[in-house]
């Protein structure tokens, strides 16, 4: 299994800055380790303080889960299989912006987390992030 490398964290970073100054908002970006670890963090001049905590709960919640956040509040919605979900693993952050980064095998090795935009935006600059990481391979 290969590890989530310093240059491959740093190359989804750079990436999401690109798609968030493209987008003219400020975020927060984190990236995890295949543990749940922090690897790399960015926070862009004016960023909201207030969304540190969630871009590294997205991250931390698509490593867990193998998913993007958005995917696993499918299972915690009320009606659900699972619904309670997000209130386990000390709090999980369901809606967009994290996604998981896998390796040539296919095996998540970490993931990353934005958050400062609207959630649309959050999932588009998370999703430029992942999409370095997989072209850095």
């Known amino acids: 299994m290969s590890l989530l490398s310093d240059a491959a964290a740093a190359t ?4 999401s800055r690109s798609k968030a100054a493209e987008l003219g908002v400020p975020v ?17 001049d004016g960023a909201v303080i ?23 509040f499918e299972y915690c919605k009320p009606g659900a299989p699972a619904f309670g979900l997000e209130n386990s693993n000390g709090g999980l952050v369901v809606f967009a912006g994290g996604r998981p980064l896998r390796n040539a ?19 588009d600059i998370a999703a430029a992030g992942e999409a370095a990481f997989r072209q850095s391979k």
């Open 50 to 72: 207030g969304s540190i905590e969630l871009a590294i709960g997205k991250a931390r919640t698509s490593v867990l889960f193998n998913l993007e956040s958005e995917g696993v």
């Open 12 to 15: 989804a970073i750079a990436a």
């Open 105 to 123: 095998d296919g095996v998540v090795v970490g993931a990353i987390g934005v958050s400062g935009g609207a959630v649309p935006q959050d999932r």
């Open 28 to 44: 927060n970006i984190a990236v995890l380790d295949g543990g749940g670890h922090l690897k790399l963090f960015s926070r862009m």
